[in-house]
């Protein structure tokens, strides 16, 4: 029982769904929970939708998990690669999701993506850009 609700409190997800959050969620069923979620020092307030992902393996680099920007959020994106000294970006995309990532002026991620992914087919509809 004690196991249980030490499981339970693990997975809160009180920052996410706070009131002023749920418009920085590309999808409102994705949230981090409080436990693992990357914390930005600078900016205007601390949250993004991003988790670090650790345990994998012992040799496995530490990784994050986050959604694509949305145009409100670019900043915050950019300023998580920048904090946590990203190396390098993975985007995991179908090719209808790619297909979406808006191209227009201030587009957050598409210039950059046109510019520097490679697509690499792991799947019959899956599509990874690197």
């Not at 706070?18 to 600078?42: E, F």
């Not at 205007?44 to 988790?51: E, T, V």
């Not at 994050?64 to 190396?87: C, H, N, R």
Request: hydrophobic share 35%; proline share 6%.
């Amino acid at each position: 029982e004690l196991q249980e609700q030490q499981e339970k409190d693990a997975r809160q997800l009180s920052i996410a769904i706070a009131r002023c959050y749920t418009m920085k969620n590309r999808h409102q069923d994705v949230m981090p929970y409080d436990l693992n979620r990357v914390v930005l020092q600078s900016g205007k307030d601390d949250y993004i939708n991003a988790s670090y992902v650790e345990e994998l393996s012992p040799y496995c680099p530490r990784l994050i998990a986050t959604q694509a920007p949305l145009t409100g959020t670019a900043a915050d994106f950019w300023l998580m690669v920048y904090e946590q000294k990203v190396s390098l970006v993975v985007m995991l995309v179908s090719e209808q999701e790619l297909e979406k990532v808006p191209t227009g002026p201030g587009s957050p991620i598409r210039p950059w993506l046109l510019e520097t992914h490679k697509l690499v087919q792991c799947g019959k509809s899956d599509l990874v850009s690197l």
